[in-house]
């Protein structure tokens, strides 16, 4: 037989050549996107994944759209939400459909589902997502445009993607989530941006409406909403670079700062990879955890900081920056290591030198974990020298002059040297 008739007769090659029975249980949950037009919109399989279910969850907008399609038990999700899921998982083995808006795995239900259950057992049928419709409507290419989901988060998740003439298409929470987008980059320098607002699509209430940042004044939007935006950025405009190095004048500190030629090597050294949580120790402005969030969206970060002030300006400078998800621990290493996350990576920067701070960390972090710590101190750099003998790693030190006037010349003035130890942790540790 082919490998296609193997696959449908639940067959599956072994490395010796040879077939085993791995038949998958049938599909008992059904996954289907309905978009704003009902079930007028939707194909006749997705229709008769609703109708045959004995138990069908979604939102009350949702099982209104699907109207009469809906025979069995209808479930609106409950609060919280968390709730719903247990109750789709202890259906296990009933016939359940779940409705979602559009493409159940962006932004959707689908992926919080799929956490818990194995693809084999659910059959998804997706609508066109709100940003293909919201594409398709204004003739952007999408693997050219800035996708961002503001939906129940923090509008400061798009300050990233604020770069001169972008293309973005932002998922708002409610009617008034392009109100608070326009006023956020206006205050940001890129008030001439161009916005659509993009209403109910795909629907009968579907509506197109256009303004311009610093003059933002449309009314009555419907809470279901695409915001598009075309960014104009003023001369002076703050945009963030695509590089590891923001310029230091973008975070408020009091000198408790990594400085830019610094962070930038330091970024490199730490070395972020796909997924992976890092801790950032003695935060002092938290621009080393910012930074680290700013490469790539699917990575966390915990900053531990135990002076109170900087804590709160972490926090402030995180938001400014477009990573408001920035994980704040208010308290003092090592005691503020317990009942955190195991990190990938662990950054050390303030408090090096004080016991346990290292030895915690080291414990702390994963097997195959990297751990990069700066030194300005005597004393810090000491403890390094001497891990750096016992473990290995690599050792650098880092010397950074810059030009300053001397009377109506320039001479060079020297910033203190940092020293910077980076281990990478054995598997068998």
């Excluded at 289907?32 to 009350?60: C, K, Q």
């Excluded at 708002?172 to 699509?201: C, M, N, Y």
Aim: hydrophobic share 50%; with cysteine.
């Amino acid at each position: 037989m082919d490998a296609g008739t193997a696959g449908e007769a639940g067959l599956e090659g072994t490395a010796s050549g040879m077939m085993t029975d791995t038949a998958a249980p049938a599909p008992w949950l059904s996954i289907v996107g309905i978009g704003e037009d009902g079930a007028d919109g939707l194909s006749p399989a997705a229709r008769a994944r609703i109708t045959e279910a004995e138990i069908v969850f979604g939102g009350a907008r949702h099982l209104a759209l699907a109207g009469d399609l809906v025979r069995g038990e209808a479930r609106p999700w409950p609060s919280p939400f968390s709730e719903g899921i247990a109750q789709v998982i202890a259906a296990r083995g009933r016939k359940v459909c779940v409705l979602a808006s559009g493409d159940p795995f962006l932004h959707g239900v689908g992926t919080t589902l799929a956490r818990s259950i194995p693809a084999a057992e659910m059959r998804v049928i997706p609508a066109p997502s709100a940003f293909s419709l919201a594409a398709a409507r204004l003739g952007w290419a999408l693997p050219d445009i800035a996708c961002v989901s503001l939906h129940g988060k923090e509008i400061g998740r798009i300050r990233p993607a604020l770069q001169p003439g972008a293309r973005i298409l932002a998922l708002t929470s409610d009617g008034d989530g392009p109100r608070q987008v326009a006023a956020l980059v206006t205050a940001l320098g890129f008030g001439a941006t161009k916005l659509t607002v993009l209403e109910a699509l795909g629907g009968p209430r579907e509506a197109l409406r256009r303004a311009i940042a610093d003059t933002f004044a449309l009314a009555d939007i419907n809470p279901l909403n695409v915001l598009a935006l075309e960014v104009v950025a003023k001369a002076d405009a703050p945009v963030l670079p695509l590089t590891s190095g923001l310029p230091d004048e973008l975070f408020e500190n009091d000198g408790q700062l990594t400085k830019r030629e610094i962070r930038a090597v330091t970024l490199s050294a730490l070395a972020p990879r796909a997924g992976e949580l890092l801790w950032d120790v003695g935060a002092g402005a938290g621009s080393i955890g910012i930074e680290w969030l700013l490469t790539h969206a699917s990575l966390s970060a915990i900053a531990i900081e135990h002076d109170p002030e900087r804590a709160a300006r972490v926090a402030r400078n995180a938001g400014a920056l477009g990573v408001p998800h920035l994980k704040l621990v208010a308290g003092a290493a090592p005691a503020a290591y317990a009942g955190l996350p195991r990190p990938d990576v662990i950054f050390i920067g303030g408090g090096g030198s004080e016991p346990g701070v290292l030895a915690g960390a080291l414990k702390a972090l994963k097997p195959g974990g990297r751990l990069v710590a700066n030194a300005v101190t005597l004393e810090t750099e000491a403890l390094l020298i001497d891990h750096y003998t016992r473990l290995g790693g690599s050792l650098t030190r880092l010397a950074v002059s810059r030009a300053v006037p001397v009377g109506n010349m320039a001479g060079w003035r020297p910033a203190m040297p940092v020293t910077q130890w980076a281990f990478v942790k054995g598997e068998e540790a």
